[in-house]
């Protein structure tokens, strides 16, 4: 049975801020951040490079959900955990429009 913790739910998190934020975290952790269309249609993707390296340290996808312009929580708990920060600093920084 699925816990409710499990179920992903809209964030008041708008992709294009989502999208910012995850390349000024990456710069803040001493990654470089490359975005790309995933394969599927509404799939985006994140890959972080470590000192000009050819192979990722990490990546991960999220779902673009054009219709609601906004992510989804398990979407928001792949990025805190790949930029290694908590939810609260990550909604912090887009609630003061990236200047912390």
């Known amino acids: 049975m699925q816990k409710i913790s499990d179920v992903a739910i809209p964030t008041n998190i708008k992709f ?3 999208y ?10 001493g990654f470089s951040c ?10 985006f993707c994140f890959e972080f490079f470590k000192d000009n390296n050819e192979i990722p340290v990490g990546v991960f996808c999220v779902h673009e959900d054009k219709q609601a312009g906004v992510i989804y929580s398990d979407d928001l708990k792949k990025a805190c955990k790949q930029l290694e920060v908590d939810k ?3 909604e912090l920084l887009i609630r ?3 200047k912390i």
Do not use: H, T, W
């Open 34 to 43: 490359k975005p790309y269309k995933g394969k599927k249609a509404s799939a």
């Open 96 to 98: 003061n429009k990236f």
């Open 16 to 18: 294009s801020d989502f």
């Open 88 to 90: 609260k600093d990550f």
């Open 20 to 29: 910012k934020a995850v390349q000024i975290l990456a710069v803040r952790k």
